[in-house]
């Protein structure tokens, strides 16, 4: 596709449930980035996979939440039993790899937990 | 390590004033350093990045950053705001250090009165 795209847009959940975010980076891109984005806050790093090395892992705030990358195609965030504070936008971006290349972010999903 | 501090988290200007805005990083090797716009509602999208080519980097909608290593600044500014800047800035860093992850400021609100 011409951009990241991101699904769904809006996910309304219930506190407890598990919720599956997906994210379709640009074609060719071995980068691909996940974030998280609470109201008014800066964007604060979740999981990062570059090509077929091992993600990184090091953002993601608890075991609930996981991600997997089929390749240097699809990639798919689950949160698991979501609480209140998991409330807020999660972008997706992916790049060229290399030092200095431009991350293309997607318009992101935004989770509410009730 | 590395790590981005954007002073402010509001600025307010008056339409066809001078827009500055605030970015201070740190890391421990020569860095990527870029800005990033986001509109209400929408994902990030890039305005400029600075990659070691010319420390003053024009970018797109009239604005330009300065790369001072001396000062381990890139503030981001233009010369005449437009009702239409306003909008959620952000700064961000990568570099070997962190793995080529880009590390985000906490964001920069530019507010243009009429």
Known sequence: GAGVSQS?????????????LRCDPISGHTALYWYRQRLGQGLEFLIYFQGNSAPD?????????????????????????????????????????GGGTEAFFGQGTRLTVV | AQSVTQLGSHVSVSEGALVLLRCNYSSSVPPYLFWYVQYPNQGLQLLLKYT?????????????????????????????????DAAEYFCAVSSSGGSYIPTFGRGTSLIVHP
Not at chain 1, 62 to 70: C, V
Not at chain 2, 56 to 62: A, P, R, S, Y
């Open chain 1, 57 to 97: 892992k090091s953002g993601l705030p608890s075991d609930r939440f996981s991600a997997e990358r089929t390749g240097e195609s699809v990639s798919t965030l689950t949160i698991q039993r979501t609480q209140q504070e998991d409330s807020a936008v999660y972008l997706c971006a992916s790049s060229y790899a």
């Open chain 1, 8 to 20: 769904p847009s809006n996910k309304v959940t219930e506190k407890g449930k598990d919720v599956e």
């Open chain 2, 52 to 84: 070691s080519a010319a420390t003053l980097v024009k970018g797109i909608n009239g604005f330009e950053a300065e790369f001072k290593k001396s000062e381990t600044s890139f503030h981001l500014t233009k010369p005449s705001a437009h009702m239409s």
